[in-house]
């Protein structure tokens, strides 16, 4: 009986779970609070300085060594939004 029970419960759990997850990130969102993500290490002026420097002719390994990340990093991060710096 209490196998039987188990296994009807088991298919739910993930659903459950999802569920439970984007109501916390939707909360999170509403209350204009960030989602915990990992913090990033460079302003999005120091981004956008960067990508001028390529414009202008600089290699992008060296721009983003220069920035202290690699150049899959840099390119990865470039499309990102930036919060306006203060």
Known sequence: MA?????VLAPMKPKIRCE?????VVNRRVAGKD????WVAVTG?????TLRRIEAG??????A?????????LYRVRDRP???DA
């Open 82 to 84: 930036y919060p306006t």
């Open 65 to 73: 060594l220069n920035l202290g990340m690699s150049r899959p990093t």
């Open 58 to 63: 600089e290699p992008a390994t060296q721009a």
């Open 45 to 49: 002026s120091q981004i956008r300085i």
């Open 20 to 24: 439970r997850i984007i109501g916390w």
């Open 35 to 38: 989602l915990c993500g990992r």
């Open 3 to 7: 196998f039987t029970v188990l296994t």
